[in-house]
């Protein structure tokens, strides 16, 4: 199965990809899933090849129209016309939060060879005025929306809003049902819950493998999948029922898919498809996190390395993931197999929870958190990633796994906000390491009624600035002591020589300077990567990016 690298979808992008989708997945005769032969991103929107112009009618199916009498049918702001040759789809500003800094949502339908998509659009607009029926759709006619907020149950932008996400992978990544043993089809529908929006998927196999443990590690992988959590399984003698939670926080749905026996035509039963990206081979065994590889040189097996944060530096818990997972990345791409379980926080609960729909009375279900692929690296580099509830026994659990399966792991969260660390018998870090943003360091003590920038203040040696340094930043109470710093640099901040002095007063004291990083995106390149961001997590960022965070990574290694 090729694969394509999807770039991160903003909500109101995401939004119109799902009203699209629930169009798509209740037509019959598709032999292919949701009638989609190629789902590609482009510039800002997404193209869609579809097989058949039934497929096609299908989303004119939900423009919206007005009767003389009546409700609105349609989906109320989605907008198309035609772009060359091509079918345009979009949303009106008044149907999502506008922002100068993101184009408006778009997506790009074609139809089978040769189809001519403005007559079936035209066509369709002929049957709807010959029904007594308004157009809508134009998006060069202004349409100011609803004089007043319409009731959920007729608003199919507000119930697919809070999941959206959701139907947007859904439509970038149709090719992965077809992928699995006995591929039939698929049908898609969505259904209001007590927690927000599920989505129901109804899978149809022939043959007698359901192949359910697949499904579940293809759906729980955040590359290839959509990095969703197991809720529940249960299977039958006719059919097997799978949930799916998204991560906390992600979407309102549960996405459910539910596989059923049909009848098989002699020599029309298709064999999987296998997909590299999940250890595929073809006749061979899939491989999961866990498995023990031979040892690159110079690599040194199962350290466990914890970040700290520096409340006094601004630099926060989810910045410092980030952080981590960018070093492991570029450990990943040198051919270490690297793990970053993330200990859950507590700062969110703080906020209620977010995104929650009006009708909700209930929160999403949560659940089962496992390794999964955090990130592609060449082989036999792996990258994967864990939450762990915030508790002794899942911590001890979860390293204690990475420690037999890993080369390399960073622990992220693993103390409160004090920095007062969780400490447990059953775990224990092996280094613990200060992630602080890089200023210039001290120079000069002004004097009093003088700002820091005067000229005639006290000067400083660079022993005295790195003592100021630490009293500053390192005058907290800590269990265990530190390996030394990291340091976030900017383009602005690069060390000098009073710098490069005051270093190695810090290394001199305990505490030295292990690195300075670069802190301007998430993306990391490497050896057989592309040009191109290489996964869904990943933004663009400078070349030269990526050679100062490799030399900085490997740096960092040499020296823990």
């Given amino acids: 199965m090729p694969i394509r690298y999807h770039a991160p979808t903003r909500k109101e992008q995401a ?48 423009l919206p129209c007005r009767p003389k009498k009546g409700p609105w049918r349609g989906v109320r702001g989605l907008t198309v016309q035609m772009d060359g040759a091509r079918l345009r789809f979009g949303l009106r500003a008044w149907a999502f939060e506008a922002s100068w800094r993101s184009p408006a949502p778009a997506v790009w339908a074609t139809g089978p060879h040769g189809q001519d998509l403005s007559a079936l659009l035209a066509a369709h607009t002929a049957h709807v005025l010959a029904s007594g029926q308004a157009v809508h759709w134009d998006p060069l006619r202004e349409d100011c929306g609803p004089g007043r907020r319409e009731p959920v149950e007729r608003s199919a932008l507000r119930r697919l809003l809070v999941s959206c996400s959701m139907g947007s992978a859904l439509l970038r990544r149709p090719r992965l049902w077809d992928s699995l043993a006995g591929y039939a089809g698929v049908r898609l529908n969505t259904e209001m819950a007590e927690h927000g929006l599920d989505w129901s998927l109804e899978r149809q196999v022939m043959g007698e493998v359901f192949d359910e443990e697949r499904l579940i590690e293809v759906l729980e992988d955040r590359v290839v999948g959509f990095g969703v959590q197991l809720l529940d399984h249960t299977c039958g003698p006719e059919g097997c029922t799978v949930r799916m939670a998204p991560r906390p926080y992600a979407c309102r749905g549960v996405l459910t898919i539910r596989s059923r026996r049909v009848p098989s035509p002699a020599g029309a039963m298709p064999g999987p498809r296998p997909l590299t990206i999940v250890g595929d081979r073809r006749g061979v065994s899939r491989s999961r996190c866990g498995e023990r590889r031979s040892e690159p040189e110079g690599m040194k097996r199962s350290r466990v390395v914890q970040l700290l944060d520096a409340p006094s530096a601004g630099v926060e818990r989810d910045h410092l993931a980030r952080v981590a997972e960018r070093i492991a990345a570029a450990w990943a791409a040198r051919g270490s197999a690297v793990g970053v379980p993330l200990v859950e926080g507590s700062s969110l609960a703080l906020f209620g929870d977010p995104g929650r729909p009006e009708w909700a009375t209930t929160t999403v279900p949560k659940g089962i958190a496992r390794w999964t692929r955090l990130r592609l690296a060449p082989p036999p580099g792996q990258l994967w990633s864990l939450t762990v509830p915030n508790n002794s026994n899942a911590i001890g659990v979860a390293l204690q796994h990475a420690r037999t399966a890993l080369d390399q792991v960073f622990l992220i969260g693993a103390y409160d906000g004090l920095m007062q660390e969780v400490t447990s018998p059953k775990w224990a870090a092996d280094l613990r390491i200060l992630v602080h943003r890089a200023r210039r360091f001290e120079r000069r003590i002004p004097l009093p009624g003088k700002t820091t920038d005067a000229d005639d203040g006290v000067p400083l040696t660079p022993a005295e600035s790195a003592v100021q340094w630490r009293s500053e930043n390192l005058g907290r109470v800590c269990s265990h002591p530190l390996a030394g710093l990291v340091l976030l640099t900017d383009d602005a901040v690069a060390p000098d020589e009073f710098d490069v002095a005051v270093d190695e007063q810090l290394a001199r004291y305990g505490t030295p300077v292990l690195g300075r990083f670069p802190d301007h995106g998430l993306v990391i390149r490497g050896p057989q990567h592309s040009d191109h961001p290489p996964t869904v997590l990943d933004l663009e960022a400078q070349p030269h990016d990526h050679a100062q965070l490799a030399a900085a990574a490997d740096a960092l290694h040499l020296r823990l």
Wanted: proline share 4%; aromatic share 2%.
């Fill in 15 to 62: 939004l119109l990809e799902a009203v699209l989708v629930s169009g798509l997945g209740n037509v019959e005769g598709q032999t292919r899933p949701f009638g989609v032969r190629e789902a590609k991103p482009v510039d800002e929107g997404l193209l869609l090849r579809l097989e058949r112009s039934a497929d096609v009618t299908s989303l004119l199916g939900l």
